[in-house]
């Protein structure tokens, strides 16, 4: 039987989410800001996006296009109850919902749609309940097909509140009128060397000879990158009370202001590492591969891999530091180089428990403080203490990346979320 698959998408979420709170935001063009205080756009109403504002965005770009555009600071706590809800919802009709995103899960409907009177009918049911027990300004656009790449693809072709279907009859179809960036995988940086190498269209990855992929991508790369050309996706739905290997752990934050202060840099990378740290911790997961990217004016990226398996902060940054240190920037010193945006992240992970002990006092020792300063920070709050190089650093003002996952494990813990 051919696998029937959803993926559900909510229409601008974030600005539908805060029009749903506050009925004097309704039909108006909205943006929703960082909680940073910078002054970012992290999503726009369905208004503005029909005037041209597209997020994410600065605000000042969007208030020369929309003179009177209404912005609004991001609630991420309001957005997780109706996440919550509508998960809920989506497992009501299937046992296998993966959660994608905030405001995107997939479905395998294959064994359950005939009880719902088919895969349309489930869907409009979905629909109805989100405007019944959630809210009617807050809609969903849904993809269908056999795998999950064209399913996610679908979902995006008719918004808001649309419904597309993709089959092994119509795909050569769809794939003649999109862009390479539609689909799932390609962002602007794979857009503009596939284009290097005379690829342009999704039809012409189709085609590609996969040696030709192979030799600019890698192995690895290049056969993902001909699997989206053939629309060949053989993931499974991963139901979300299933637990998954956790690949690596990150954090990204963008400056509240631009800067070119070496030590403030350096005092947002300690920052995220120590934030890395405490997540390892919780997972019982220790890596070896420090990756750390910087971007402004000019960007730079690059890892480092270590034969010891660390999880303390201090050993992150220090890695960090001297990837840091070690860059040769384009166009001159350090001192020249503006940064607002960070990305520091640890992969390489292995259960802390497969380990062997070290042989060392002095490590011990350190895993000892470690424990101690994870309770104190679990019982009062992340940063609670902080190592002396942050005394009078910036503390970090937006929401860690990871932390609605966070928030739904322990939902699950609590029942929140009913499983």
Not at 60 to 66: F, G, Q, R, V
Not at 197 to 207: A, V
Not at 218 to 237: I, Y
Not at 373 to 397: A, E
């Amino acid at each position: 039987m051919e696998k029937v698959i959803l993926h559900i998408d909510f229409d601008s979420y974030f600005a539908s989410c805060e029009q749903q709170f506050n009925p004097k935001l309704r039909d108006k063009p909205i943006g929703v800001t960082a909680t940073n205080g910078r002054t970012c756009i992290i999503a726009a109403s369905r208004q503005a996006k029909k005037l041209g504002v597209k997020s994410p965005s600065r605000t000042w770009e969007a208030t020369k296009i929309i003179p009177d555009m209404i912005f609004v600071p991001a609630q991420f706590e309001r957005y997780w109850e109706i996440t919550q809800k509508f998960i809920n919802i989506c497992k009501d009709f299937s046992p296998y919902v993966e959660i994608f995103s905030l405001d995107e899960v997939f479905m395998d409907v294959t064994a359950t749609q005939n009880l719902f009177g088919g895969k349309y009918e489930l869907i409009e049911r979905i629909k109805e309940r989100i405007r019944n027990e959630i809210g009617e300004y807050i809609t969903v656009s849904v993809g269908i097909s056999h795998n999950k790449l064209l399913a996610k693809l679908g979902s995006g072709m008719n918004k808001p509140n649309g419904l597309t279907e993709i089959t092994r009859d119509n795909v050569l179809d769809v794939y003649s009128k999109i862009e390479l960036t539609d689909l799932c995988g390609i962002g602007e940086r794979v857009r503009k060397r596939l284009n290097r190498i005379g690829i342009y269209t999704p039809l012409e990855l189709r085609s590609a000879p996969l040696e030709k992929l192979v030799e600019e991508f890698k192995d690895v790369e290049g056969h993902f990158l001909k699997s989206l050309g053939m629309a060949d996706d053989t993931a499974e739905v991963i139901p979300y009370y299933f637990e998954t290997e956790t690949k690596s752990v990150g954090r990204s934050y963008c400056i509240p202001k631009n800067t070119y202060d070496q030590r403030i840099v350096l005092q947002h990378i300690y920052e995220l590492s120590e934030e890395i740290s405490i997540k390892l911790r919780r997972i019982g997961k220790k890596g070896r591969t420090v990756f750390l990217y910087l971007g402004g004016n000019r960007s730079a990226h690059g890892r480092k891999t270590i034969k010891e398996y660390i999880d303390k902060g201090s050993d992150i940054f220090a890695l960090c530091r001297k990837l840091y240190e070690e860059w040769q920037w384009d166009n001159g010193d350090r001192e020249n180089q503006m940064v607002r945006q960070i990305s520091v992240s640890i992969g390489n992970l292995e259960d802390s428990k497969n380990l062997t002990l070290s042989l060392f006092d002095n490590e011990e020792r350190k895993e000892k403080i470690s424990k101690v300063v994870d309770t104190i920070n679990d019982r009062f709050g992340d940063h609670t203490i902080r190592n002396g190089f942050l005394l009078y650093g910036p503390n970090l003002k937006t929401v860690p990346n990871g932390y609605m996952a966070d928030r739904f494990e322990r939902s699950k813990l609590v029942g929140k979320v009913d499983i």
